[in-house]
């Protein structure tokens, strides 16, 4: 027959006995005790096995830091680098964003936008200092270019004028007998102030003579050389602050 265990005494009786017979307690059999399997792993936690995906590529982005560590040396490239360092870097979040399972590399790509973004805010006015002269000294150069352009065209239309007339005349004769544009009679173009002296007899020569000359109408941004030209077709050329020209100027060199 089985035995049973007396939990108070300990005596090892019958198991058909209900009573200890060492100290009259009752021999009743325990409750089977109740077992909790318990993850290993916390509730709503991820499992130690689920690791973030590796070999992410993260070229854009460290290539965006590159930019910016470089601009240090190279002063953002007068604006280019620091530009190109800015792109890389939002390329590189949107792609961490888009697909984060195969791009990686958002540090990298914030520390490069903040660099870049650094550098080309101090390059903006290293550029304005650099390209606004240059832009000046083009649109001057375009200016006097087109003054020189018009006084040929003037001294053709003279010559034409002279041929039928024998006298030279005004720019609104040259105008009325359709030998130059209208916008030109009006004596403004190209940032240029035009007028022309026609008379009938020139003291030295006794022969009818003219000066057409160009001078800058803002001197210093719409130009700054006054030109003149006469009857010998010979352009003359001189800085003299925005003044009109005269015959004693020297002439412009080929």
């Known amino acids: ?58 070229g854009l982005a460290i290539t965006s830091l590159v930019f910016g560590i470089l601009n240090f040396v190279t002063l ?19 792609k961490v964003k888009q697909r984060p399972n195969e791009y990686g590399g958002q540090g990298f790509a914030i520390a490069g936008l903040t660099t870049n973004l650094v550098w080309l805010v101090l390059a903006l006015p290293l550029m304005a200092a650099i390209a606004i002269p240059n832009l000046l000294a083009a ?12 006084l040929r065209t003037i001294s053709v239309a003279e010559q034409s004028y002279y041929d039928k007339r ?17 916008n030109l009679a009006t004596g403004v173009r190209s940032g240029y102030k035009f007028s022309v002296r026609a008379s009938g007899k020139s003291v030295t020569n006794s022969v009818p003579d003219f000066e057409a ?3 800058p109408i803002d001197y ?9 030209i006469d009857e010998t077709g010979v352009i003359r050329a001189a800085d003299i602050r925005g003044r009109e020209a005269s015959r004693s100027v020297r002439p412009l060199e080929d």
């Open 1 to 58: 027959m089985n035995s049973l265990k007396c939990f108070s005494c300990g005596f090892v009786g019958w198991a058909d006995q209900e009573i200890c017979k060492k100290c009259g307690a009752a021999l009743t059999a325990p409750p089977p005790e109740t077992r909790f399997e318990q993850s290993p792993y916390p509730v709503n936690q991820p499992s130690y096995q689920q690791r973030p995906p590796q070999n992410l590529k993260q």
């Open 76 to 94: 953002g490239l007068l604006g280019l680098g620091a530009i190109t360092g800015v792109i890389l870097s939002i390329i590189a979040l949107r």
């Open 139 to 150: 649109r001057q150069a375009a200016n006097e270019g087109a003054a020189m352009a018009s």
């Open 166 to 182: 024998h006298v030279y005349g005004t720019l609104t004769d040259l105008s009325d007998e359709q030998l130059i544009e209208p």
């Open 213 to 215: 000359t160009a001078a």
């Open 220 to 228: 210093g941004k719409s130009g700054r050389r006054s030109f003149l």
